[in-house]
């Protein structure tokens, strides 16, 4: 099969590789008829996420069709499905209490080392998301081999196109937790920071859930029009001193609370965020935080703080001092996908959400090295890249 | 600064030293290795000529369904490093796995010396004089969590730590393989397979 492959940093390779099989009895073989480039895949593509090697097969946003089932499966061949990027295993304690992503079971042992060392415990398997979360081939390939296929993938039905439900694999239920996370009381003022695939699905997740105004931060002037164009009230950082600016938006306030759709690649030229730029480079570290310091200074007093944007390692000057003495409450975690999947179906299925407005271009499989370029080096216009193997 | 003030910090900084030096020297030892869990002690991971290791899971299932699983599931005896499994047909004997045998200067055989149903299972090599390994599976309700499923080892370093691998490395070793042991036995247990990442039965 071919499969788009990391072969080192900044370098992307569509590669012919080995067809997955059957390995475990609950496994099933996907035929993958759509596959996202995100946000996060920039990461490894950038090389700051650590236990990335050559030939491993990226992409963690795919949907497809059932062709190989184990004999534990539930599936059956020829449906279609959606996967969820969190591999889980849906018996442990974790998943018990729907909290996917941080089941005990589904990253293999010989990988689970080094986010021990890390993070205190193993974490979760992911597709395509390198060996820290387990060395799980990802779907940016003809073919996936999806463990657990009786509880991960999402059915859905034949006749919505994959455009309106490729998303439903991350970033439309990751906005969801976003804002769920924040706690949104109906009239409350929510700043999102980044306006990407992620953060567009925050604010329109934000209004979902009863925000009276989002207030969308972002240095592109495309993504911060379809910010506006989802009811957002866009600032531009390049322009706007951002913690003034907020301040005098919700009459000396502040936020109620505030979302880091940003992670780990802030951008900017703020002191903090060079610091850190050079650290990164040089391998002292891996979080450009600028943008959580800021959003955690901007917030109310007694706010919340959500950050589905994706860290790895550890920042410096973290304003704790600010979250304590404020009383602010931080809620993250990597996204448990498969809690939110049937709900937002339902939304999709009824035309409350057509999440198909982020799609800036449509590529096939091969040109995967110029979508991860285009994606990362023309933001302006290149706002989500969909492939079809 | 002149000469006299520096002859005088000078002195006071020897003295000091000298008085931190005493102190250091003077200060009791950790004394209390009671007050940490067992093998989780800083200062002493020692038990006479032992070194102590292990690891704990929980497991969602029966105290029995756990035994029965370490004790008859060949998928998980194809998987565990360090883990003895039961021999065959003798109940009391365990066979070492293909690490711990590596890892031993000699041959070991391990022999179960107490066992309290669905509780505890211990275990001792025979040896020349006294045991060159210890081991025991303890079990014990966790809540919610499932039972607590805690395996102790205590090896002589003299017949494990071979010149390739010094104590620290082989405690270090048996630690990370009796983890990985029970995490394998866990997502058996709980899920019917262990986690892998391969694409293809075949693949390395």
């Given at each position: 099969?071919?499969?788009?492959?990391?072969?080192?940093?900044?370098?992307?390779?569509?590669?012919?590789?080995?067809?997955?099989?059957?390995?475990?009895?609950?496994?099933?073989?996907?035929?993958?008829?759509?596959?996202?480039?995100?946000?996060?895949?920039?990461?490894?593509?950038?090389?700051?996420?650590?236990?990335?090697?050559?030939?491993?097969?990226?992409?963690?946003?795919?949907?497809?069709?059932?062709?190989?089932?184990?004999?534990?499966?539930?599936?059956?061949?020829?449906?279609?499905?959606?996967?969820?990027?969190?591999?889980?295993?849906?018996?442990?304690?974790?998943?018990?209490?729907?909290?996917?992503?941080?089941?005990?079971?589904?990253?293999?042992?010989?990988?689970?080392?080094?986010?021990?060392?890390?993070?205190?415990?193993?974490?979760?398997?992911?597709?395509?998301?390198?060996?820290?979360?387990?060395?799980?081939?990802?779907?940016?390939?003809?073919?996936?081999?999806?463990?657990?296929?009786?509880?991960?993938?999402?059915?859905?039905?034949?006749?919505?196109?994959?455009?309106?439900?490729?998303?439903?694999?991350?970033?439309?239920?990751?906005?969801?937790?976003?804002?769920?996370?924040?706690?949104?009381?109906?009239?409350?003022?929510?700043?999102?920071?980044?306006?990407?695939?992620?953060?567009?699905?925050?604010?329109?997740?934000?209004?979902?859930?009863?925000?009276?105004?989002?207030?969308?931060?972002?240095?592109?002037?495309?993504?911060?029009?379809?910010?506006?164009?989802?009811?957002?009230?866009?600032?531009?950082?390049?322009?706007?001193?951002?913690?003034?600016?907020?301040?005098?938006?919700?009459?000396?306030?502040?936020?109620?609370?505030?979302?880091?759709?940003?992670?780990?690649?802030?951008?900017?030229?703020?002191?903090?965020?060079?610091?850190?730029?050079?650290?990164?480079?040089?391998?002292?570290?891996?979080?450009?935080?600028?943008?959580?310091?800021?959003?955690?200074?901007?917030?109310?007093?007694?706010?919340?703080?959500?950050?589905?944007?994706?860290?790895?390692?550890?920042?410096?000057?973290?304003?704790?001092?600010?979250?304590?003495?404020?009383?602010?409450?931080?809620?993250?975690?990597?996204?448990?996908?498969?809690?939110?999947?049937?709900?937002?179906?339902?939304?999709?299925?009824?035309?409350?959400?057509?999440?198909?407005?982020?799609?800036?271009?449509?590529?096939?499989?091969?040109?995967?090295?110029?979508?991860?370029?285009?994606?990362?080096?023309?933001?302006?216009?290149?706002?989500?890249?969909?492939?079809?193997? | 600064?002149?000469?006299?003030?520096?002859?005088?910090?000078?002195?006071?900084?020897?003295?000091?030293?000298?008085?931190?030096?005493?102190?250091?020297?003077?200060?009791?030892?950790?004394?209390?290795h009671?007050?940490?869990?067992a093998r989780?002690a800083?200062?002493a991971r020692r038990f006479g000529d032992y070194r102590v290791t292990?690891?704990?899971?929980?497991?969602?299932?029966?105290?029995?369904?756990?035994?029965?699983?370490?004790?008859?599931?060949?998928?998980?005896?194809?998987?565990?490093?360090?883990?003895?499994?039961?021999?065959?047909?003798?109940?009391?004997?365990?066979?070492?796995?293909?690490?711990?045998?590596?890892?031993?200067?000699?041959?070991?055989?391990?022999?179960?010396?107490?066992?309290?149903?669905?509780?505890?299972?211990?275990?001792?090599?025979?040896?020349?004089?006294?045991?060159?390994?210890h081991?025991?599976?303890?079990?014990?309700?966790?809540?919610?969590?499932?039972?607590?499923?805690?395996?102790i080892m205590a090896v002589r370093p003299?017949?494990?730590?071979?010149?390739?691998?010094?104590?620290?490395?082989?405690?270090?070793?048996?630690?990370?393989?009796?983890?990985?042991?029970?995490?394998?036995?866990?997502?058996?247990?709980?899920?019917?397979?262990?986690?892998?990442?391969?694409?293809?039965?075949?693949?390395?």
């Open positions: 099969m071919r499969a788009a492959t990391f072969q080192g940093k900044g370098h992307i390779e569509v590669r012919q590789m080995p067809d997955p099989k059957i390995v475990n009895p609950r496994d099933a073989i996907v035929e993958v008829t759509s596959t996202a480039i995100c946000g996060s895949d920039l990461h490894l593509y950038d090389g700051v996420i650590p236990g990335v090697e050559k030939d491993d097969i990226l992409g963690h946003e795919f949907m497809g069709r059932v062709v190989d089932v184990g004999r534990e499966s539930t599936l059956t061949i020829g449906q279609r499905v959606v996967v969820p990027f969190t591999i889980f295993c849906g018996q442990c304690f974790q998943c018990a209490d729907q909290r996917y992503s941080a089941c005990d079971n589904s990253c293999p042992v010989e990988n689970q080392q080094v986010a021990e060392k890390a993070f205190g415990y193993p974490l979760a398997g992911m597709f395509g998301y390198s060996h820290l979360t387990g060395g799980y081939a990802g779907g940016q390939a003809e073919l996936v081999r999806v463990p657990y296929s009786d509880v991960i993938p999402q059915i859905v039905p034949d006749d919505i196109p994959d455009d309106r439900l490729l998303f439903l694999s991350d970033i439309l239920p990751t906005g969801w937790m976003a804002a769920l996370n924040a706690e949104i009381e109906p009239g409350d003022t929510i700043a999102v920071w980044g306006c990407g695939p992620v953060g567009l699905f925050s604010i329109l997740s934000a209004f979902h859930q009863g925000a009276g105004r989002v207030i969308a931060i972002d240095g592109v002037p495309g993504r911060l029009a379809m910010a506006e164009g989802l009811g957002a009230e866009p600032v531009n950082f390049h322009e706007t001193d951002i913690l003034d600016g907020l301040m005098q938006m919700t009459g000396g306030v502040g936020p109620d609370a505030v979302i880091d759709a940003i992670g780990m690649e802030s951008h900017g030229f703020s002191i903090d965020n060079i610091a850190d730029r050079i650290k990164q480079t040089v391998g002292m570290g891996q979080d450009r935080a600028h943008v959580l310091r800021q959003a955690i200074l901007a917030c109310r007093k007694g706010g919340r703080v959500s950050v589905p944007g994706v860290y790895g390692g550890k920042a410096d000057l973290f304003p704790l001092g600010a979250l304590m003495q404020k009383g602010l409450q931080l809620r993250t975690g990597q996204t448990h996908v498969r809690r939110y999947t049937e709900e937002l179906l339902d939304m999709i299925e009824r035309d409350v959400i057509d999440p198909s407005f982020l799609i800036s271009h449509r590529l096939p499989l091969d040109d995967a090295a110029r979508g991860y370029r285009n994606f990362r080096d023309h933001q302006d216009d290149w706002i989500k890249v969909v492939m079809q193997p | 600064m002149n000469l006299a003030n520096w002859a005088r910090y000078g002195l006071a900084a020897t003295l000091a030293t000298a008085a931190g030096g005493v102190l250091m020297i003077r200060r009791p030892t950790h004394a209390n009671d007050a940490a869990p989780s800083r200062h292990g690891a704990t899971v929980s497991i969602r299932a029966t105290p029995e369904q756990i035994l029965d699983c370490w004790q008859s599931d060949p998928q998980l005896w194809r998987d565990l490093e360090y883990l003895p499994i039961p021999e065959g047909n003798q109940p009391d004997l365990l066979l070492p796995s293909a690490e711990l045998r590596a890892m031993a200067s000699r041959p070991l055989l391990i022999r179960i010396v107490t066992r309290r149903e669905g509780e505890l299972i211990a275990w001792a090599s025979e040896g020349d004089d006294h045991a060159d390994m081991g025991r599976m303890r079990l014990h309700d966790n809540g919610a969590k499932g039972i607590a499923v805690e395996v003299r017949d494990f730590a071979s010149t390739l691998k010094t104590e620290a490395m082989m405690a270090e070793a048996l630690k990370l393989g009796i983890l990985r042991d029970l995490r394998r036995m866990k997502m058996l247990i709980e899920t019917g397979e262990i986690a892998t990442a391969r694409m293809r039965p075949d693949a390395a």
